[in-house]
């Protein structure tokens, strides 16, 4: 017997423990064990098997590390209907999250108890997949179609007190998952029960199935894996038996798992959680941080105040004038008073979030027992500089200083104390209490464990926290200027600004560049412009006509008017006619003739400018690998989670054909258009992006 899975007899029950940590994975050799354990259970004369898992959790899903793999026997659809066949009573007790294969077993298993802790679900669709263990046949013949079609698309956990409700799991029992889980076998023997095969169930309601597959596919924005598995729960209701819907749903998991999606979202996962494992924090132990202050309680400082106060974490935060410290404590008050509708807090946690746990102050005084501080006043050098200068006067020795600029230069800000080695950037993205993004962004004399407590601090406020080196715009930022150039290249060049906006939406952004603009408020573009045009290179291309909109006083949404019109109540603008005048004007004054762009062009544009730049971030070490500017892409910009992130995608598209298509571009603009020397190093060497995060 594996020791994947352990087997032990209680009177007439055989127990088939599983202790695969962290998380009961069902790899194969718990694959095996469970096989091995049911074939033993039938030789020696058992009358019922408890399946539980040690640990965390009980089997919290297939082993994503085995995709891409061979498969190895026993396959979990096999084992699940192997285990659903056998005549002993099969009982599984369920703690922690059972999810995905895991709960495929339980389902196959003849009765299911839980903890009331326990939580379940189906999340493949987030991996671009779909349960490919008999999940689609069998949640729906216990839960209905319409729950089954709900929790399958969207890859939510339930509690157990839902799927209580929705007939998932037959009990929920105070207790350790082995104790529910005999108790609840014995009764059962005791009582005669049946076998209870769920495959042998009737098979469940049909609906409108290509109506939940046409609305699937539209809320997936270009993500398929939830749309196809529409199509395997309408074989759970119409093919000719449960063995034919299972064919089915192997058919439609196998072209998932072959797919890019699958690739791109696995990418994501392992990512998401590799991102703050750096070899540099090995063995360095972050500060302890107790208590936080905040300098400015604008939007950002008011939304870090929030995180931090959600997070549990006490806040002093500091403002200038009593009018400053009153509206601070308004939007703070406003952003929790949301958390509360969305039942994320209780009423009395609200009163404690803005009573004790939040001071507002004007006195610099009051930061004296912080352990770290994040200051979000208005970007500008000086009045930064000012500001760490008193920090270093009232803050206590050991205290983290933080700075949340956007782009302007750590080292500077540093130089303003006594204690360049308790500084580091930590850029949040607006609103902070919601984006999950958190560039940690390290100085030259940032002390180790500084870094440490950023990505400390990262966790406690449940961010996805990036490091960054220096330079302008860290990562985030400094990527989106360069794949924003080239969208307003393309419309200088010929294309509109709105068939650019449909085509980044198509490829599954949220927002095109001119929508997000309009949104954020052209106007702070605008003055980014402004700061760098002194230093800009003068075979630098400027397009004008997004100047000359700002110069018309047309600033997007905040104006009503950008580059679309919004008339009042309704959601989303118009095209602005006043842009189409000003773009012919800026190429009549640059000699330009327009030319049409297709819609794949525009696109293969975009993406190939963000990725070199993408890889112009690794290769000067700002970003430290690949993976991470794909989360600084997935969690601040809205890149379709289902590509895993610009450099993923590109790996998936081919590095040799983005280089040659920047290179035919270089033709036209070779001062925008330098190709990177990483990418051209990668395609030199036949690797990939890929290839860089490995062991890194
Ligand atoms: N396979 C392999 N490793 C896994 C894993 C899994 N399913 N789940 C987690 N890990 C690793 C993870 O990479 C991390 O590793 C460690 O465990 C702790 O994870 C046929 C085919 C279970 C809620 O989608 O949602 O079943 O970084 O940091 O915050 O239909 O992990 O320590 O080296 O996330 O407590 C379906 C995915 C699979 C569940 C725990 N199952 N996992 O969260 O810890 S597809 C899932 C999670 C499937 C069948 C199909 C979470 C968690 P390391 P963690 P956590």
């Given at each position: ?5 352990a087997y032990e007899r209680v009177g007439d029950i055989a127990v ?491 490829f599954g952004f949220p927002m095109g560049p001119f929508a997000m ?65 000003l773009i012919a004007k800026d190429q009549e004054q640059q000699g ?105």
């Amino acid at each position: 017997m594996s020791e994947a899975i352990a087997y032990e007899r209680v009177g007439d029950i055989a127990v088939l423990k599983a202790q695969n940590p962290p998380v009961n994975a069902l790899g194969v050799d718990v694959r095996k064990g469970l096989l091995a354990g049911i074939e033993r259970a039938e030789k020696d004369g058992a009358k019922a098997v408890l399946i539980y898992g040690e640990g965390k959790t009980y089997f919290a899903g297939a082993d994503i590390r085995e995709f891409g793999k061979p498969p190895q026997e026993p396959w979990l659809p096999g084992l699940c209907s192997r285990i659903e066949a056998t005549p002993l009573i099969v009982v599984s007790a369920m703690h922690g999250t059972a999810l995905g294969g895991g709960l495929e077993v339980a389902l196959a298993s003849h009765y299911r108890i839980a903890v009331p802790s326990a939580k379940m679900g189906l999340p493949e669709v987030n991996l671009g997949i779909l349960p490919g263990a008999g999940g689609t046949q069998r949640l729906p013949r216990v839960a209905g179609t319409e729950a089954a079609l709900e929790m399958i698309t969207t890859g939510r956990h339930i509690s157990a007190a839902e799927a209580l409700e929705k007939g998932i799991i037959d009990r929920i029992e105070d207790g350790a998952p082995r104790e529910i889980g005999l108790a609840y076998a014995q009764e059962l023997l005791a009582q005669g029960a049946p076998r209870r095969a769920v495959g042998e169930m009737p098979a469940p309601e049909a609906v409108d199935f290509d109506a939940v597959y046409e609305a699937t596919l539209k809320k997936g924005r270009g993500q398929l894996s939830p749309a196809v598995a529409v199509r395997a729960v309408q074989a759970a209701a119409e093919a000719e038996s449960f063995e034919a819907g299972l064919k089915r749903e192997r058919e439609l998991f196998m072209e998932l798992m072959d797919s890019d999606q699958r690739q791109g979202l696995i990418h994501a996962f392992f990512s998401e959680r590799a991102v703050s494992k750096l070899p540099e924090l090995d063995g360095v132990a972050s500060r302890d941080v107790a208590s936080m202050g905040v300098i400015g309680g604008g939007t950002m400082g008011a939304g870090i105040a929030t995180a931090a106060l959600l997070a549990g974490l006490p806040v002093v935060l500091i403002e200038m004038t009593d009018e400053a410290v009153t509206a601070a404590r308004g939007r703070i008050e406003g952003n929790l008073k949301g958390a509360l509708k969305r039942g994320k807090i209780s009423q009395a946690q609200y009163d404690q979030l803005t009573g004790e746990a939040l001071t507002v102050a004007m006195d610099y005084a009051a930061l004296s027992q912080v352990d770290l501080v994040v200051e979000a006043v208005f970007e500008d050098m000086g009045v930064k500089r000012e500001v760490f200068g008193k920090l270093d006067v009232h803050c206590k020795p050991g205290a983290v200083l933080a700075t949340n600029t956007s782009y302007l230069d750590v080292d500077e800000i540093a130089a303003a104390t006594s204690r360049p080695q308790d500084v580091i950037g930590l850029h949040f993205f607006s609103p902070a209490h919601v984006m999950k993004l958190l560039e940690v962004v390290v100085a030259e004399k940032t002390a180790p464990e500084v870094l440490a407590t950023g990505f400390a601090l990262g966790k406690r406020l449940k961010k996805v926290a990036v490091r960054s080196g220096i330079c302008d715009g860290f990562i985030g930022n400094r990527i989106m200027n360069a794949y924003r150039k080239a969208a307003e290249y393309v419309v200088l060049d010929g294309a509109s600004p709105y068939q650019v906006d449909k085509v980044v939406t198509g490829f599954g952004f949220p927002m095109g560049p001119f929508a997000m603009g309009d949104l954020a408020g052209l106007d702070i573009n605008w003055a980014a412009r402004k700061r760098r045009a002194p230093t800009r290179d003068p075979r630098e291309r400027v397009p004008r006509f997004y100047e000359m909109l700002c110069e018309g006083g047309d600033f997007g949404q905040k104006t009503g008017k950008g580059f679309y019109i919004y008339e009042d109540g309704r959601r989303g603008g118009v095209p602005n006619p006043k842009v189409a005048e000003l773009i012919a004007k800026d190429q009549e004054q640059q000699g330009v003739t327009p030319r049409e762009f297709s819609d794949a062009e525009v696109l293969r544009r975009y993406m190939c400018a963000m990725v070199n730049e993408a890889a112009k971030v690794v290769g000067e070490g700002i970003a430290r690998r690949p993976l991470d500017v794909d989360m600084v892409m997935l969690f601040g910009y809205g890149f379709p989670r289902f590509w895993g992130g610009p450099l993923k995608w590109a790996d998936l598209q081919g590095l040799d054909g983005i280089l040659a298509d920047i290179r035919a571009y270089a033709a036209e603009d070779g001062f925008f258009w330098q190709p990177a020397p990483l990418l051209e190093q990668l395609v030199a060497e036949g690797r990939t992006f890929d290839s860089l995060n490995k062991g890194s």
